[in-house]
């Protein structure tokens, strides 16, 4: 066994970077037969990514996501309208989703300005992070001419690939999208009567 002793605590907290700690060692070991866990992803992020700055997630994302829709209007030449618009089904306006950009009604754009680890997740599985899968699944919901959502991934602190997309069309999410229209049509019917009893009509 090799011992590094460090008298600055900053020192030694770089110097744990990228390694498996005991503090970190429950977000790395999975069960048979399950994927990868958050920590395998983190310890790749702090090897290649810039360290955050500490700045609020939301505001990065707000502020990184103009340059994201550059990306990607540079990579695949679409005209993309960023309008600041908010989506509603036809017959029921409370079904609603707020496109970062569209092209026309069949296409939209989403995009993602993660911490680094979920960014490399992402783009080593080339699937959508859990918590925006539902997300991405309102999109179809809402539009019912909608045929292809970009999911857009930006991250400018991994130089080695800091944008990527994933293509998510309506035949992949079919069923899913049929199964939560059902049920987010039940939901509003139900908030909806509750809330006459509540004021008295």
């Known amino acids: 066994m090799k011992i590094s002793k460090y008298t600055d605590r900053d020192q030694w907290l770089e110097a744990r970077k990228g390694k498996i ?3 970190r060692v429950k977000d790395l070991i ?7 866990k958050k920590g395998f992803y983190e310890l790749i992020a702090e090897r290649i990514a810039t360290p955050p700055t500490g700045e609020n997630p939301m505001e990065r ?4 996501e103009s340059e994201a829709l ?3 209007i540079a990579d695949t030449g679409k005209k993309v309208d960023t309008s600041l618009v ?4 036809d017959d029921d306006e409370d079904i609603a989703i707020s496109p970062d950009g569209f092209m026309g009604e069949t296409e939209a754009v989403e995009v993602k300005c993660l911490n680094s680890a979920s960014h490399i997740e992402a783009y080593l599985t080339n699937e959508i992070p859990s ?11 809402v539009n019912d001419k909608l045929e292809k959502l970009y999911m857009v991934f930006y991250d400018p602190r991994i130089m080695y690939k800091d944008y990527f997309v994933i293509e998510v069309t309506r035949e992949s999410v079919r069923e899913k999208v049929t199964e939560y229209l059902t049920y987010e049509k039940q939901v509003m019917e139900e908030v909806t009567k509750i809330v006459n009893e509540l004021v008295g009509f």
């Open 61 to 64: 994302g707000n502020r990184l």
């Open 70 to 72: 550059e990306k990607f």
């Open 30 to 36: 999975v069960k048979r037969g399950t994927g990868r």
């Open 21 to 23: 700690t005991g503090s």
């Open 86 to 89: 908010i989506w509603h089904r």
């Open 131 to 141: 918590e925006y899968q539902d997300q991405a699944i309102q999109y179809f919901v």
